[in-house]
């Protein structure tokens, strides 16, 4: 099976969006679907949303509906994570995975920081 | 939203020791259940999956039990690197899935 290598971390101001990115290698983008989860400092796990990348299909949790896009990008099999209206509550590491659904490939974490 | 409730919240045991995780659903997931383990620092990692299923590399020490709304993970005989915080999931329904709030497993 393949890896997921996500970006580094971001500081962004409140009310600004930011990208996350996931690099996929191996099958995962053209056989797997892409789960994001997150978890704020203290905090338990938050399932985001999730994309199946071959076709673009996507759903978001509730909460996060309007606030967040996921998109994938074929020519470099890399999906990407965008959240708008950044507060100080996301404030999280976000992490992407491989969903069976359950998760058993998943990437190492990208900070997003949110600080005025 | 299906709700997850995990007990206990911490659980502090020692080396050696058996370990029973609970978690309960707020409406049946079927087999529809997975755990988690987290440490920090580093991603979450799959341990079980369909309530009983153990994901690849993971030592036959921990098992996975229940159906419908009550399910288990148990820890046979705890090793140093098992005390971590571990988190139940439930995939009944692909566009709503949720975890528990976690129990930390903490060192007596």
């Known amino acids: 099976q393949g890896h997921l290598v996500q970006s580094g971390t971001e500081l962004e101001q409140p009310g600004s969006s930011v990208t996350v990115s996931c690099q996929t290698s191996g099958d995962i983008f053209r056989t797997l679907t892409i789960m994001w989860v997150r978890q704020a400092p203290g905090q338990g796990l938050e399932w985001v949303g999730r994309i199946i990348p071959r076709m673009g299909v996507t759903t978001y949790a509730q909460r996060f509906q309007g606030r967040v896009n996921l998109i994938a990008d074929t020519s470099t099999k890399t999906v990407k994570m965008q959240l708008n209206g950044l507060t100080l509550e996301d404030t999280a590491i976000y992490y992407c995975a491989t969903g069976r659904p359950h998760m058993d490939v998943w990437g190492n974490g990208s900070a997003v920081i949110v600080s005025s | 939203d299906i709700v997850m409730t995990q007990s206990p919240v911490i659980l502090s045991l020692s080396p050696g020791e058996r370990a029973t995780l609970s978690c309960k659903a707020s409406q049946t997931i079927f087999s529809n259940l997975a755990w988690y383990q987290k440490k920090p620092g580093q991603p979450p990692r799959l341990l079980i999956f369909?309530?009983?299923t153990r994901a690849t590399g993971v030592p036959d020490r921990f098992s996975g039990s229940g159906s419908g709304t009550d399910f288990t993970l148990t820890i046979s005989s705890l090793q140093s690197e098992d005390f971590a915080l571990y988190y139940c999931?439930?995939?009944?329904?692909?566009?709503?899935?949720?975890f528990g709030q976690g129990t930390r497993l903490d060192i007596k």
């Open positions: 999931q439930q995939y009944l329904d692909w566009s709503s899935i949720t």
């Open positions: 369909g309530v009983s």
